[in-house]
C-alpha cells in the first residue's frame, strides 16, 4: 500500500431515488469546508483509470429491486467484477455508508456486497461501515456516521480535520427571545393553506445550547432567464427535460372498473391503457413493472407556489436551472433543466410531500426572519429536538404544511428547488398478458388516502393514485367503460428495466407457485392470462401437428395461485377472472383467505396457507424444480411468507433451519424465487 498521505478525497454516490445523491453531496461539501480537497462523482463515472488515481474513497451507496444496485452504478458494478486479482486496488483506502429498508430481505446488499469486493482487491477500510435503515430514519445511523467520519479522514489524509466546523447557532440561542406563537394546535385547513405541525414549544425554554445541527447545504443552482420563448414539452404532455429510467411513452386510458365494492376499507380500480401508438416500440412481457410520470398535485403545487408569493405571471416565466458558479455541478435530477416554468419545477422535477431532512428544515431557518420560528426550526434539526422531529416525522407534513408552519420563512425559489429531493415516478405491475391483448396495459392500483397517527389524524393523499382516480373518474361515467377517443385521457409512461425480472419460465412445463395478496395478484393475472393463451395455441397447434391427441396438460406444468384480502364480497380482486382461470384447469389450485373473517384457526394470511399446503409446496419445489414468485407488501407479508418456506423446507424436508435458510437462497441465486415488494 502506498502510505503517500494526501488530502483529496473522493465521495461517491450510487442512489435510485435521491437520497445517496444528498447525502454524498453533503459529506463532499462539508470535507471542503474542513479543507480536504474533496470531488463529487456518481459511481459509474468512476472507471479504471480513475480508481486507479484514487487514493481516498467515501461511498454512500443505496439498495434496490431485490437487492439490487442502483441504475446509476450498473456500470461500475460491471468494471468490479472483472477484478478478480487481491492486488489491485492496494492504493485505495475507503469508507461506506449504506442506505437500505429492513422491510426488504436484502438489507443494505450494495453497500455489504461493495465493502467484500473492495476487500477482495486489496483496499483498506478506514472507518467502520455504516448501514442506515428507512424503516426507523436513515438520519439515526447517517449522522453519527459522518460526524465520526472526520477523525478517521484526518488519520488517512496529510491535512484536513483541524478546522473543526464552529457551530455559530450553538452560541445565539440564549439571545433569541422566545415569543408565545400559537403553533401548538392542530389545524385542519383546505390543501392550498397546508396544515399546521404540531410542535411542543415548550422544549425551548429551557434550551441555551443546541448541538449536532448538520450543515446548512451549499448553494448550487441559480435561475437564469430562458434564451427559449416556449416552455419545453414533450409529445406526451411532460417537459422533455424530466429524467426517468426509460423512453416515455403515451398510454390513453381505454376502461376503468371498480375491483371493490363501495363498503370496502381502500378502494381499488383497475385501468385499461390503451398502447396502440405505441405497441410497436413498447415491448412488455407478463410480470413486467411500468412506471408513470405523474404530477405533483396540482392544488398543492398552487398553494407553495401562491404561499412563496409567485405570481400567476412569474410561475409561468421560461427559465433555465444553472450551476451557480462554473465549478458547481447540479444534483443529477437538476441537469438540462431549459425552457422550464417554475410551475413545471414544482410540477414534475421536486418532491413536495415525503418527510423532510434535518439539513432542509437548518436551510429554511436561514431565511425565517421570525425568531421563534427560526428557533424552532433549528431545534428541530439538533439533536436537543430529535424527539420533536419524530414527532414532525409521524405527522408526515408536505412542503406547504412546513411552509404554513413557519409564516415567515422566506426561503429563495432557487434555494428550495436544489434542497428538495427529486420527484419520483410511480411504478404499477401490469396485469395483462401482451400475448392477449398486445395494444393494451392492464394495471391495479389502490387510492392512496390516510390519516397520519394519533392523535394527528391529518387526512393525506397519496401523489399518483389520487390523479389516476380523477383521470379514470372521467371515463367511468359510461356503463360499458368504451369512452370516446376525444374523451380518452393521457398517461405518460415507460417501461421499467429490472436487474432481476419477474418473468415466466420459458419452459411452459416449469410448474409455477404465485403468492400475491391484495394488488399483489396484479401480475398473476398476466401470467395466468398468458398461460391460457399459450394453451390454446398449443390446442391448435396439436390438432394441426404430428401428434394430435397431444395432452396440453403435460405440456404445462402446474399453477398455483395463494392470494389473501380481507374480505370475500368487498376486496376480492379479480375474483371473476380467477375462479374463471380455476374452473377451465388453467389454475390448479386457487387458495384464498379473507384475513377478517378467518374463524379461529383457519388461515388467515397466505403464509398460513402457504403451511395447510406445506407438503405439496415442498413437492413442488424440491422434486418437481417449480417456480416461486411473490408479490406485494414487503413489510409484514414477505417476511412471513419467507419464514412459512423456510419452516416447510424443515418439516417436508428435514433440514435445519440455517439449512433452510441456505436452501432458499441457493433457488434465490438459480433465479427459481422471484419477489416483486414494495415498503
Ligand atoms: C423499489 C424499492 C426496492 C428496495 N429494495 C431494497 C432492498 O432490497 N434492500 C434494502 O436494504 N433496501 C431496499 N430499498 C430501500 C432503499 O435502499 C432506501 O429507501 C434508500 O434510502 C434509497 O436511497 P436512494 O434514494 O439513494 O436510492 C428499496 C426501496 C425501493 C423503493
Known sequence: ?????SDKVTVVFASQTGNAESIARNICDEAIARNFSS??????DLDKAALEAENVLIFVVSTTGDGDPPDNCIKFWRQLRKMKSDNILPHVQYAILGLG????????NTAKRLDRKFQEVGATPFYPRGLADDATGLEEIVDPWIEGLWDALAKVCSRGGQTDRVDEIANTMDSIKVESHGLTAAETEELQSGHKIMINEGALANLSQLTGLPRI???????????????????H??????????SVFTGKIKGARMLTSPDAIKRTIHLSVDISECSNELEYAAGDAFGIVCPNNELLVNGILQRLGVSEEESNQIVDIEPLTESTTLPTHLQGIQGATIADIFRYVTDLTSLPKKGFLRMLAEHTS???EKKLLLLLSSKQGASDFNSLKEQMPTLLDILSTFPSCKPPLARLIENLPPHQPRYYSVSNSPLKHPKLLNFAFNIVKYSSPEPFNVPKVGVCTPWLDDLSGLVQTKEDNEIQPSMRASIPLFLKKSQTPFVLPSNTNTPIIMVGPGTGVAPFVGFCQHRDEQRKIKARMGTLGRNPSLDIENCFGEMWLFYGCRHKERDYLYRKELEDLK????LKELVVCFSREAEDGEPKYVQDNLRKYGEEIYKLMAEKNAYFYLCGDAKNMAKGVNEALTDILCEYGGLAKMEAIGKL??????????RDLWA
Open 101 to 108: 429498508d429492513t422491510n426488504y430481505d436484502n438489507f443494505c
Open 39 to 44: 470531488k463529487c462523482m456518481v459511481a459509474d
Open 370 to 372: 421570525d425568531e421563534t
Open 217 to 235: 447545504p451549499n448553494s448550487v443552482c441559480k435561475i437564469a432567464d430562458s434564451a427559449k420563448a416556449e416552455a419545453v414539452k414533450t409529445e
Open 237 to 246: 404532455g411532460i417537459p422533455g427535460y424530466i429524467k426517468v429510467p426509460g
Open 1 to 5: 500500500m502506498t502510505n503517500e498521505l
Open 583 to 586: 374452473t377451465r384447469g388453467v
Open 665 to 674: 437462497g441457493e433457488w434465490t441465486a438459480e433465479g427459481r424465487i422471484f
